[in-house]
């Protein structure tokens, strides 16, 4: 099958319709699909190769939306790839040098794909997310609000929403299916989930890459408020940062010339499309609220601004 035509979008209607240029699904010829996730659709191409697009479609509260963010599946490819080429020196990655002619022969299908494909080693992913914080905020000030810590990990009182934290925090999470909410644990449990020295190899990691990145956006006006990571071993048990790493998608990315501690700062992320959610009736389960189109072009422009602060492209 072709890829799915996306519906034509038309101002005002509030029917699920999308601009032309989104890409919210794939059906690639000749590619067999092993995943359609909240965002990316996952091709085999042999047993030690995937193709992954990154699609337009966003996912909030754990929820895929029925509107795509035009461009948005872009944008997350070329950041993430800008960040694994930038951190390749601390972890390798799933990134491979087949290049995508090889694998999407047909020219109109690379067309349509644009720039949100990657072809990728196979990898095994470990079962968790490996969440770094530097900021209070989300559920994380919610936490501390209730606690005074943040997933267990005590921290001074009296810091308010959107304060950085003494030191970025590691906060895993199990990852769920698609319509179910991730689930925080603590690190106890990651040990018994990936064995100790596993486990401390993921969060070593995980707090570097964030530390080292947060510092490189900073200089370029972004903060990272906090991140997930997702990493899988290969065949000889070698630790690799898979899936994305640092986009708009999976943190929270906020203008460092706006943040004042206290409120919930402006966002160049999906957080933007939160903040509007949590003003309707929703209670965060299937199916998604429609977006109006101000909000879908608002966040498509956050997703751009955010990919020129950080890569200067």
Not at 145 to 156: K, S, Y
Request: charged letters at 30%.
């Amino acid at each position: 099958m072709p890829l799915s035509r996306p519906r034509r979008y038309t101002p005002g209607l509030s029917t699920g319709a999308w601009p032309m240029n989104a890409l919210h699904q794939t059906d690639l010829k000749g590619l067999k699909l092993i995943n359609r996730g909240k965002v990316r659709d996952i091709y085999e191409i042999d047993d030690r190769r995937m193709l992954i697009v990154t699609t337009d479609r966003l996912s909030a509260f754990d929820v895929v939306l029925p509107q795509p963010i035009p461009g948005k599946g872009e944008v997350l490819t070329r950041v993430a790839d800008f960040w694994f080429q930038r951190t390749a020196g601390i972890i390798p990655n799933h990134l491979s040098d087949t290049p995508l002619a090889e694998v999407v022969t047909d020219p109109n299908e690379r067309a349509r794909l644009g720039d949100r494909a990657i072809v990728v080693r196979r990898m095994k992913p470990l079962p968790v997310e490996a969440i770094v914080r530097g900021y209070l905020i989300g559920s994380g000030w919610k936490d501390y609000q209730a606690t005074g810590a943040v997933c267990g990990i005590p921290l001074p009182t009296g810091l308010r929403m959107a304060d950085r934290l003494p030191e970025p925090i590691y906060t895993p999470s199990t990852k769920a299916d698609i319509g179910l909410h991730d689930e925080n644990i603590d690190f106890a449990r990651t040990e018994q989930l990936l064995g100790p020295e596993l486990a401390a190899q993921v969060r070593d990691a995980s707090l570097r890459i964030y530390t080292e990145c947060a510092a490189y956006a900073l200089e370029r006006g972004i903060i990272i408020a906090d991140t997930k990571f997702e990493f899988g071993l290969d065949d000889d048990g070698r630790l690799h940062l898979i899936d994305e790493v640092l986009t708009p998608d999976s943190s929270r990315f906020w203008p460092a010339d706006q943040y004042q501690p206290g409120s919930s700062p402006p966002s160049y992320d999906k957080q933007f499309v939160r903040d509007y959610l949590e003003t309707l009736d929703w209670d965060k389960t299937p199916p998604g609220p429609e977006l109006p189109d101000d909000i879908i072009r608002r966040t498509a422009e956050k997703y751009r601004e955010a990919e020129t602060r950080l890569t200067g492209k």
